[in-house]
């Protein structure tokens, strides 16, 4: 089938720098979509596991139906919304909106764009487990990526409100920084996660008659820490991914955009290990011992906080990001918890909203161009900008629902487990959890303490923060 | 009397053990051992399914609490896990008291009432 | 190394544009290969879920072995077995048959086909298991990649009986068409499943003594998802992998084949939305709750359903066949385990024998060239020679392997768990499991219920269909 | 943005071979290197299985803090060092052996490294599980990754000692061959592995008063064996990702590298089915059943005694190789634990030291190109080269960190478990393991025993090799 | 004899255990309790493995089953279970009776024999 | 005295569990069952925690040995109990023993000492 030597004798070969580019571009990007999508069980296994058995079934119903709902959602409504709302605040057109829908050369840059969007709608899942009525998560999952979602794209990727033709961005002469989603996927996902936590309440025993904290141990340490490295796996995708173009066609001949690729790759390894490094050595600070949870947790805030990053810090820019994105997980999971009294199962506040924006903010202070002051202050407008997007249609939609369908399941449900409640199931049906644990968590403690022990003071270190 | 070591036995709700840890400190008996059962008795059978197929659980989860006493009197054990343990609904389970012929400490060796 | 722009005044550049493609390509394909092998531990994963604690031994040593021995068979035996039956059946010559063995530039090609034939092979374990004695296993998988599942290939992919040139497509004017093998792999694993499922016999208890059939719990739904997010992300390997021409060369110049590639992506993806959505309804419906299980088996039949069709079918009729698979999979079900009374653990005919069916014969309704009645006959004609040829070899290898090694394991055995009978080995020595569930099922309902509650009708939805 | 033919006309079609290479050797390095880093996962899931459930929280712990720590160390120092020891050993100059550090276009290729480095690193940990103090193997994993490992591509990918332009290499006019690291990797991590063992010194229980060795069953297989596979799968990126040339640009023309792809690909599927085979085929024969565990350490065993060998070696003698990796596995494991008397608790030194050094030392008997005296001098003189270095400098290392922190947990920390010890963690707070079995180990066996059953002759087995 | 409590508590196979269920149903004495235990006895050990290396498990698991009864006469409910729990294998397990000084049904607050 | 039968049920250190297996078989009293069980006793609280948050586990791990017998006296079995169980500290637990009005084989249908 391939040219004969004599043939292109007759015919000279004719390759065109563009098409081999684009061929070159396409298999990364399928494969990084690929690995992106990986991140799915990811995020099940990393909340499954720091649930309570009998809550498992429910977070891996979730998980999977944010990806079979949100694909089919994604596709007639939000990938048209991105388009529709990045021309409405850039002054442009909305005509042609949905095209893609009917043109075959669109749909890999759909699938592309899609896996990001399930990310952000599974981060929502960590913060309401246990607790929360299947149906109102349904459709709160419907309406993240049919709108809460794209609109946030819209504003940024999409050309919108914050781009550099978006109003605000004109107006600052910048483009907003975010590079594959520190703000644009995790911290809307975490923000939307926190106001959905807040409305659905705390779950039972989550804090004692004096309003303080009680923890709940999940089931398996395990399972979420293979979560994260799951997770860790497709956000080389994630990012480096982000880097779509490897080879570029400059003045008609091609470029391999080598530099760019590898300062992706390695910011991305860098921030990772920063992140983790950092919170094993708080938490060995405050804890008096290195915890895995925490680790695992530090190790994804790393990965969030240069995810907007990667191709605009210097290495050691990226890698104090990481660190810096670590090094918050704690603290900012005390202040969910004691301060804002918000029962934020997996911490996804503190690692996907925390993390990403300050690692965005940041963005031009580690630059690699130098610090440029209005780039600066647009990073600060912008993260507020999504933030504010976020927890106002959050909020709305919650309410909406909580009126539709409720919240929240009954108590009776929540105590017997949801995979009984909502879904008739048991996961582990040869398995009968160790329910005396639960019962014995700081329940009379006061009283039996017989050992005199320290106080849990460690777990106000967020108070001095 | 306060010299007869009886074992205090209850099957109770899993989720009440808490209350009657604390009930049986406040009456002077903290030493507990409990164990994980399974009961069958009024309760009516729950169902479980496996991929839609539907089967009949009727053992539901229960906890053992057994609780040896020998100054305090077995009688108000039991009393303060009746009151402890109930939630007026089928399936709280039952308070049993049995004699012990004998008593002691692995620890310091000691027997009879002072071992408990 | 590189070619210095001195150097390419002197000789000018020639960039043959088949090396360029053959070099995409080929990256293209190993990566996807590479994904299709990591569907083993999915498909391991699926099984041990769906077990009891004590059987998950025998599912590990079932799914290693189909690999390890399963790669070595089809080396020596099993892709020579594709050509000859490829060129018998339609006229060929069957010279060379066996030229890949000393030609290291077929061997990329050859572990391409190996990941198929691995899947196949490995389909049938699910269907089996708890039960089937494993010399008896390692025989019939044996037999399966060096001669059922290549004689398949043969008639298909391999230009045989049912290609355009094979002796029923040239009589047809058609090729089958069955893109990435809903058919080929799965169907042909799912109907071997049945088949050996059903001389196997039942496992004991799955019927009572008026022929009811009773549910047995497996292990861990967990495992059981994560086995089928593994799946679907090899699966993206396996049906858009399958375009494997990411650039053509079309009169010496190079084509992107980007809107082939897109259709392919989004389709598989379409499909599995639709086929989970589809199966969670369904369950919803039937049994009150939506059902992670049923989700599961549901997003995984919504795949194969469409992986016949991936390139050949309209957007909306990829979602449209991929939620008739999901929706399919429940009375599937209930049709094997109700009516044909055959103990078919994962439901592996459901999944892959219907699903598969289904969607490949119905390619040329959803057609993007709109439909052809030769290509429709030959759809049926072929889903049916290909099952009946499963059926028929499947039969004769079982009995063959009943009368030499006997296909079960003694009763004593089945109710230690295989575990212990075939391998020797506890896969979880701490752990107890909680025998009394088991001992509980519906033993002694009649008698006992005091709950008075519905009847268990739900199970009977199949009867209906 | 894409090229107009139109402008093509004035701009003639500029495609420059090399970049075209360049592009789509780095798309294929990056995809092999996200593979190469999922193994990590992996080693973690590998090792969790084989410990008991009060020590998985360390294994994670160890496996996180591998990568976390290892990143940044082999970014500041490791990578430097190879150069180092290349130039030091091959009378080269060290000048700029840092200078990746500031070069973007290099970062692709530091992160290639990176990912082989953490590897060897977190092969040690399976060796020193449940009873190495954390601090100590912190310390160990960071001079593993800083200089261990370091040296040993130092002296071989590195240009050094062993390359043919080393000191040894030069000497004997060969190059030593160790293709993706059979012995570089694995072969340092596994022999680093035992003599850390053997420091450390065995766990609790693991040898009775007799000196005779009992076993201490893991908690669980399926997590040992789904490990396995993930390495499995990441593997096919490690040996054939390190066939890192896809298209190579001779004499200004693209070539096709095809059949080096080709047989890599191959020989690592057929040493991986052979190595998983033979031990399937071994354990059966000498324990009367076929183990899982076995045939999964078997498999492993097989990959890494071809790893070296992939493209040197004609296939069936890779299968060859792998078989004797996979066959040697069982005696080697026995002579460890029995002869040694060296408690390795996931077998490392059987599976990565053993298989990598006869695998690879073997390359020159089954080498495509004939047998090569010089070659296979060399061979054995580099196996015994990289073994000893690591001995030593694992040996100085171990004895510094013995006075510096102490190698070993308390006795009591050990019995609780290390995830309490270290790291106050219980990471299945809903399970109480069935501690029962543990204790019973044949405690006392002798007088109790009542079967009189056969004698435990089988783990004898290494001793008659 | 029909107010005297007595406590009835068998070690069987795990697989017999719903066969005595169904059996002390039938004999009028449907609640009981169960646990999952392990016990030596008459029955050989058994051997288990890990990577080849063998090692002797001399504990088989066991369901232990209790059954406290005042109405129905213990040696009925002894009975019921020794001829629903035998498979004339080694193994088989043991009844045991003991006294029961005073029962409480937890619910109801009911004592003695009604209670039970 | 021996055809007296008697319960002797101990709360034990499960890692002493294999010593009083050992114990056991020596004063001649090899069957036993065992559970796991959880208890509170003088044994000081442990500290949990969940991603730094701390819980108190007051209940800690332990195993109950039951081992009837009717030829041994019931008090040397208990003291082979106190020997092997003993750490010198907290948490070691107690030996209990109770009466046992009959006992039953399954396997073979004999009642009495002749049973256990
Ligand atoms: N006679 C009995 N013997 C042994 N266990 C019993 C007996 N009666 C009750 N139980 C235990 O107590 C639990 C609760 O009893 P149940 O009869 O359901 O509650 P209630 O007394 O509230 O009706 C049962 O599940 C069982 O474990
Ligand atoms: N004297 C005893 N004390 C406590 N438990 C016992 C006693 N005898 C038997 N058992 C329990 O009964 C189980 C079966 O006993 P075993 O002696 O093996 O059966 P068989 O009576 O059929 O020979 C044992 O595993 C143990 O749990
Ligand atoms: N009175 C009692 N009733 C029931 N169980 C007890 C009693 N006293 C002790 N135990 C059991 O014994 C275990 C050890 O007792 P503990 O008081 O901690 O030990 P020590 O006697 O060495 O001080 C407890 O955890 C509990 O399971």
């Known amino acids: 089938m391939s040219v004969k030597s004599g043939e292109s004798m007759v015919t000279p070969l004719q390759v065109d720098p563009a098409t081999v580019a684009t061929g070159i571009n396409n298999v990364w990007v399928l494969v990084v979509t690929f690995l992106i999508f990986f991140m799915q069980p990811g995020f099940a296994l990393l909340e499954a596991g720091q649930v309570r058995a009998k809550n498992v079934g429910n977070v891996l119903m979730k998980n999977m139906t944010d990806w079979i709902l949100g694909t089919l959602i994604y596709f007639v409504v939000g990938a048209g919304v991105v388009s529709i709302v990045g021309a409405l605040t850039s002054g442009g057109s909305v005509a042609g909106a949905f095209a893609y829908v009917s043109d075959p050369n669109a749909w890999i840059g759909w699938l592309f764009g899609a896996v990001f969007a399930m990310t952000a709608a599974t981060i929502v899942s960590g913060a309401v487990a246990e607790r929360m009525n299947f149906n109102a998560y349904v459709l709160f999952t419907i309406l993240m990526t049919a709108a809460i979602y794209p609109v946030v794209v819209g504003f940024t990727w999409g050309g919108g409100l914050l781009a550099s033709g978006g109003f605000i961005g004109a107006a600052l002469g910048a483009g907003y920084l975010d590079f594959a989603g520190a703000t644009v996927v995790h911290m809307c996902g975490g923000v939307a996660g926190l106001v959905a936590a807040k409305f659905v309440g705390a779950r039972k025993g989550r804090y004692d008659e004096n309003g303080n904290s009680q923890p709940i141990p999940g089931h398996s340490m395990l399972l979420a820490v293979l979560g994260t490295f799951i997770l860790a796996f497709g956000w080389y995708g994630f990012n480096v991914g982000t880097q779509a173009t490897i080879l570029a066609v400059e003045d008609g001949s091609l470029t391999f955009m080598g530099a760019a690729l590898g300062r992706v790759a390695l910011v991305t390894t860098l921030g990772m290990g920063a992140g983790g490094a950092m919170a094993m050595l708080t938490s060995a600070r405050y804890q008096g011992k290195p915890d895995p949870l925490w680790t695992a947790n530090g190790l994804l805030a790393g990965l969030v906080a240069v995810t907007g990053a990667v191709p605009h810090v210097t290495w050691w820019g990226g890698a104090l990001l990481g660190g810096l994105g670590g090094f918050l997980v704690l603290p900012a999971f005390h202040f969910t918890v004691d301060r804002l009294k918000v029962d934020d199962v997996c911490g996804v506040f503190a690692v996907h909203g925390v993390a990403g924006a300050v690692g965005t903010a940041l963005i031009p202070v580690f630059a690699v161009g130098g610090f440029a002051l209005n780039q600066f202050v647009l990073q600060v407008v912008g993260v507020g900008v999504i933030a504010l997007w976020t927890i106002a249609a959050s909020a709305v939609v919650l309410v909406a629902l909580d009126s539709l369908v409720g919240l929240r399941v009954s108590e009776r449900e929540e105590s017997e487990g949801l995979d009984e409640g909502e879904h008739g199931v048991a996961v582990y049906p040869e398995f009968v959890p160790n329910e005396r644990r639960e019962s014995t968590v700081a329940t009379d403690g006061g009283d039996i303490r017989t050992d005199g022990g320290a106080d849990v003071s460690e777990t106000e270190v967020s108070d001095d923060e | ?116």
């Open chain 2, 1 to 116: 009397m306060s010299d007869e070591i009886k074992l205090v036995m209850a099957y109770i709700r899993p989720d009440k053990l808490s209350d009657v840890k604390q009930a049986l400190a406040e009456v002077g008996a903290p030493s507990l051992t409990v164990t994980n059962v399974s009961g069958r008795g009024s309760q009516p059978a729950k169902k479980g399914q496996w991929r839609g197929e539907e089967y009949t659980v009727d053992l539901h989860q229960k906890v053992k609490v057994e609780c040896v006493v020998a100054d305090i009197p077995a009688d108000d054990v039991a009393d303060a896990i009746l009151e402890a343990a109930s939630t007026d609904e089928k399936g709280d389970g039952k308070v049993f008291v049995l004699p012990v012929d004998s008593a002691h400490q692995i620890r310091t060796g000691k027997s009879g009432p002072d071992a408990v």
